[in-house]
T-cell receptor, first 113, second 109 residues
Framework: NAGVTQTPKFQVLKTGQSMTLQCAQDMNHEYMSWYRQDPGMGLRLIHYSVGAGITDQGEVPNGYNVSRSTTEDFPLRLLSAAPSQTSVYFC????????????FGQGTRLTVV | RKEVEQDPGPFNVPEGATVAFNCTYS??????FFWYRQDCRKEPKLLMS???SGNEDGRFTAQLNRASQYISLLIRDSKLSDSATYLC??????????FGRGTSLIVHP
């Protein structure tokens, strides 16, 4: 029962470095999304996907890219890390977009120095 | 203004108390609502869905008031283990889930 698996759990980057946060789900869910969570700001949607080959921007997409080549995987790429991207990142998936429970990965704590 | 607003708290209550949280939403087209629980440094997990007719699960009751555009969560007989952050979620006009900032609950002995 893996559910949603996120890697890595912790990461420290230097400003300007790039990296990819991995997210995989084994529940055959259509909808996947990435959030960042900052103190006092709650969960903010970065990008989302309603199916393989389809992605769209959320509330805070700048500085991030995503792709969805398979139903299972939804990686998040930081193109050139900035200190403002220091945050906790959560990947989530659900059976479909509306009216269904979202399952979250355990989160990635990213620090950009 | 966020589409979903919550009082961040913290709500500090003794064991056994009844506590209620409200969450307002701005998009009248919102169709689905949920309450999630998030423990410190953990991922959010679904607590309960909020139906138009209300929803009760043990000590927890969730209600939807469409006329005033808010949802509520009532916790009866609070336990120490209820200490957490409670996130309300509403769907926007495009069905994309929008999370509130969360309400912190601290239950003390």
């Amino acid at each position: 029962n893996a559910g949603v698996t996120q890697t890595p759990k912790f990461q420290v980057l230097k400003t300007g470095q790039s990296m990819t946060l991995q997210c995989a789900q084994d529940m055959n869910h259509e909808y996947m999304s990435w959030y960042r969570q900052d103190p006092g700001m709650g969960l903010r949607l970065i990008h989302y996907s309603v199916g393989a080959g389809i992605t769209d921007q959320g509330e805070v997409p700048n500085g991030y890219n995503v792709s969805r080549s398979t139903t299972e995987d939804f990686p998040l790429r930081l193109l050139s890390a900035a200190p403002s991207q220091t945050s906790v990142y959560f990947c989530a998936s659900s059976w479909r977009l509306e009216n269904t429970e979202a399952f979250f990965g355990q989160g990635t704590r990213l620090t950009v120095v | 203004r966020k589409e979903v607003e919550q009082d961040p708290g913290p709500f500090n209550v003794p064991e056994g108390a009844t506590v209620a949280f409200n969450c307002t939403y701005s998009n009248s087209a919102s169709q689905s609502f949920f309450w999630y629980r998030q423990d410190c440094r953990k991922e959010p997990k679904l607590l309960m869905s909020v139906y138009s007719s209300g929803n009760e699960d043990g000590r927890f009751t969730a209600q939807l008031n469409r006329a005033s555009q808010y949802i509520s969560l009532l916790i009866r007989d609070s336990k120490l283990s209820d200490s957490a952050t409670y996130l309300c979620v509403g769907s926007g006009g495009s069905y994309i889930p929008t999370f509130g900032r969360g309400t912190s609950l601290i239950v003390h002995p």
